[in-house]
């Protein structure tokens, strides 16, 4: 995925930016969602999923870590997403980083799947350096900036 800068100008421009996001994944398939607490992580999260076509209610996973949802049929360009689980973490209420290995999380990172990363600053030290960088920063007029890198 080539660097990349999308502006939302209001949430009614989420779908169009989910969409334009999930057409240049490419084969990556780690991403880390930067954003200060109500940057709009979650919200672009699940815009991602609606994309991916996830019938699953996408919330964001505080309390259980890790939520798994099933991609539906795809258009052919994102055929090896098609019917593959997304893995959803938020890992906000980490206390210690280590505590990622008690829910499998290498397992999890190493399945070829994708897996959409909140709050990855309190893990840093264990993500693969494969690694894309998801940044959702509130603009003064309420629009958000994701620069993809």
């Not at 080539?2 to 502006?7: H, L």
């Not at 994944?25 to 880390?32: E, K, M």
């Not at 990622?100 to 994708?114: A, K, M, Q, R, V």
Request: net charge negative; hydrophobic share 40%; with cysteine.
């Amino acid at each position: 995925m080539q660097p990349q800068t999308i502006n939302i100008p209001t949430l009614d421009h989420i779908t169009q930016a989910a969409r334009t996001f999930v057409d240049n994944i490419g084969d990556r398939r780690l991403f880390a969602f930067y954003g200060s607490m109500g940057a709009g992580k979650t919200t672009f999260i699940r815009a991602i999923c609606q994309q991916l076509h996830v019938t699953d209610d996408v919330t964001s996973p505080t309390f259980a870590i890790v939520n798994e949802y099933r991609s539906g049929i795809l258009p052919q360009h994102l055929a090896t997403l098609a019917s593959q689980p997304v893995y959803h973490f938020d890992f906000y209420r980490i206390r210690r980083p280590e505590e990622i290995f008690d829910i499998g999380f290498e397992e999890y990172i190493d399945s070829g799947n994708l897996c959409l990363m909140e709050w990855p600053e309190l893990v840093e030290q264990y993500l693969p350096e494969d690694t894309v960088t998801v940044k959702i920063t509130e603009q003064p007029d309420g629009a958000r900036l994701i620069e993809i890198g």
